[in-house]
């Protein structure tokens, strides 16, 4: 498996994401231009009202929803800001 990101905290944020919602701060703070961490903002827009968990462990393969990766062994391991 590649390098998909770099690892946050092995647990699932979740949010009750509304459909007439545009712009949810501070999901990004722009530190990662300034850290050089390769990694960019991932826009999506809600489809429909509901509950979801957001990933943070930056290794889902379903982004920007957690799948339950961060409960890999792989994930459970990582130093937080180790790549994955």
């Known amino acids: 498996m590649g390098v998909v990101g770099a690892f946050l905290r092995p647990v699932a944020w979740k949010l009750n994401q509304r459909r007439d919602i545009s712009s949810w701060l501070p999901f990004c703070d722009g530190s990662h231009f300034f850290q050089h961490t390769g990694l960019s903002p991932l826009k999506f827009k809600a489809q429909e009202t509901r509950t979801v968990?957001?990933?943070t462990?930056?290794?889902?393969?379903?982004p920007p929803y957690c799948d339950g990766?961060?409960?890999?062994?792989?994930?459970?391991?990582a130093e937080v800001g180790s790549p994955l």
């Open 53 to 55: 968990a957001l990933c």
């Open 57 to 62: 462990c930056k290794a889902t393969q379903k």
């Open 69 to 77: 990766t961060h409960r890999s062994e792989r994930v459970q391991k």
